[in-house]
């Protein structure tokens, strides 16, 4: 089945520990992305990821990091959470970026809370 | 600017009730692709359309329908004979260069 994973799912920390979010696509894909939805403002884009050793800064990219080392997984890095990266955060993936219109698949979602 | 605009936060109808949630875009492109997501209460998104600009034909599918309309930069989404189960935000989405751009979303709550 063709599909977005994400873990965990939820996720309660602390403010300052390290945690990554991973993400793995079984579509070979190329292009993955880093979504956080929060109320009143829909999703955002954190960063992306063209291909393999390939990744830009979205639209709200500070305190984030991401590494694409495979093709198949984008992980989600906070090096030192604070409690305004509390939101819900969303992997998605499709065929080769956005330029042709293609159908963007999203992972379930990790709901994080930093207290 | 690329902007997508949902003015309706939370629209609430009774079962079997007819319901459109608005979209409003705006785009620098002559060609962009359009979208519309689903997020039921467990959380995930769930994609129901995308449409080129190329194409402006209404699109149904079953219950749900689209009404794309270039003249007003509009995308509006209807729900026919609603059921409870439609009860989810609905969020809007316009095709920018490396990202979707989002609307803030509309909550649907449909009552039995």
């Known amino acids: 089945e063709a599909q977005v994973t994400q873990n965990p799912r939820y996720l309660i920390t602390v403010t300052g520990k390290k945690l990554t979010v991973t993400c793995s696509q079984n579509m070979n894909h190329e292009y993955m992305s880093w979504y956080r939805q929060d109320p009143g403002l829909g999703l955002r884009q954190i960063y992306y990821?063209?291909?393999?050793?390939?990744?830009d800064k979205g639209d709200v990219p500070e305190g984030y990091k991401v590494s694409r080392k495979e093709k198949r997984n984008f992980p989600l890095i906070l090096e030192s959470p604070s409690p305004n990266q509390t939101s819900l955060y969303f992997c998605?993936?499709?065929?080769?970026?956005?330029?042709?219109?293609?159908?963007?698949?999203f992972g379930q979602g990790t709901r994080l809370t930093v207290v | 600017a690329q902007k997508v605009t949902q003015a309706q936060t939370e629209i609430s109808v009774v079962e079997k009730e007819d319901v459109t949630l608005d979209c409003v875009y705006e785009t620098r492109d002559t060609t962009y692709y359009l979208f519309w997501y689903k997020q039921p209460p467990s959380g995930e998104l769930v994609f129901l359309i995308r449409?080129?600009?190329?194409?402006?034909q209404n699109e149904i599918s079953g219950r749900y329908s689209w009404n794309f309309q270039k003249s007003t930069s509009s995308f509006n989404f209807t729900i026919t004979a609603s059921q409870v189960v439609d009860s989810a935000v609905y969020f809007c989405?316009?095709?920018?260069?490396?990202?979707?751009?989002f609307g803030t979303g509309t909550r649907l709550q449909v009552f039995p």
């Open positions: 989405a316009l095709r920018d260069t490396d990202k979707l751009i």
């Open positions: 998605a993936s499709s065929l080769s970026g956005m330029g042709i219109g293609t159908e963007a698949f």
């Open positions: 449409r080129n600009s190329f194409d402006e």
């Open positions: 990821s063209m291909n393999v050793e390939v990744t």
